[in-house]
């Protein structure tokens, strides 16, 4: 089993900025991609950001050039920077790590308990 922690939501005024992180704990191992997700009141949850094992990186087009995201495998932990955020950039917003399982040799997704953010004047 594989616990996430997630810290940094909030409200902020447009324009303003957040740091999410998600620490992962219990039987790290395998693990591989890891990732955000958000979902606002109404909407399904959609990726906002994925970054591989190897450092490779995924945006949604509606946050390219405004999010980073980032990983410390040292410290199983992800990362989303939010610069320049937006009135529709809130929504609770999820860690997702994937961990490679052997014995069903397929991914297990995990998912973190979300953190709110929202971004008003």
């Known amino acids: 089993q594989v616990q996430l922690v997630e810290s940094g939501g909030g409200l902020v005024q447009p324009g303003g900025s957040l740091r999410l992180s998600c620490a992962a704990s219990?039987?790290?191992?395998?693990?591989?991609?890891m990732g955000w997700y958000r979902q606002a009141p109404g909407k399904q949850r959609e990726l906002v950001a994925t970054?591989?094992?190897?450092?490779?990186?995924n945006y949604a087009d509606s946050v390219k050039c405004r999010f980073t995201i980032s990983r410390d495998n040292a410290k199983n932990t992800v990362y989303l920077q939010m610069n320049s955020l937006k009135p529709e950039d809130t929504a609770v917003y999820y860690c997702n790590v994937r961990q490679w399982i052997p014995g069903i040799k397929s991914w297990y997704d995990y998912w973190g308990q979300g953190t709110q953010v929202t971004v008003s004047s």
């Open positions: 219990g039987s790290i191992f395998s693990i591989g991609p």
């Open positions: 970054i591989g094992s190897g450092g490779s990186t």
